[in-house]
């Protein structure tokens, strides 16, 4: 599966954004949906995490509240739906997806997914 990442750019702290993530080559419905971060200078982190069907979601600590996290397999796409955005929000953001999933898994580490997109920058302004 091919992922490709759109909808970042600039804004102000307290807006919002809507991240899409969108799947070719593959019906996204065989794959748990991941995003993940990479600010300057700091590793890669976990953002939001959705299982197969889109019933069962996790979130790292500092976007819990404030991020939602959704997919439609249908449209085979994945969404992230942010608001109430900090400069500390600015990365790069990804979607990836994780093959060999369980229905109803979701998975934090990165390093259990095996597809990701390019990513897309998000910048938060003060």
């Known amino acids: 599966v091919q992922l490709q990442a759109s909808g970042g750019g600039l804004v102000q702290a307290g807006g919002s954004l809507r991240l899409s993530c969108a799947a070719s080559g593959r019906a996204l419905s065989n794959y748990a949906l991941g995003w993940f971060r990479q600010g300057p200078g700091k590793e890669r982190e976990l953002v939001a995490v959705i299982n197969k069907g889109g019933r069962f979601t996790d979130y790292g600590d500092p976007v819990k509240g404030r991020f939602t996290v959704s997919r439609d397999n249908a449209k085979n796409m994945g969404y992230l739906q942010m608001n109430s955005l900090k400069p500390e929000d600015t990365a790069v953001y990804y979607c990836?997806?994780?093959?060999?999933?369980?229905?109803?898994?979701?998975?934090?580490?990165?390093?259990?997914?095996?597809?990701w997109g390019p990513g897309t920058q998000v910048t938060v302004s003060s």
């Open positions: 990836a997806a994780k093959s060999n999933a369980i229905l109803s898994g979701v998975y934090t580490n990165a390093a259990d997914y095996n597809y």
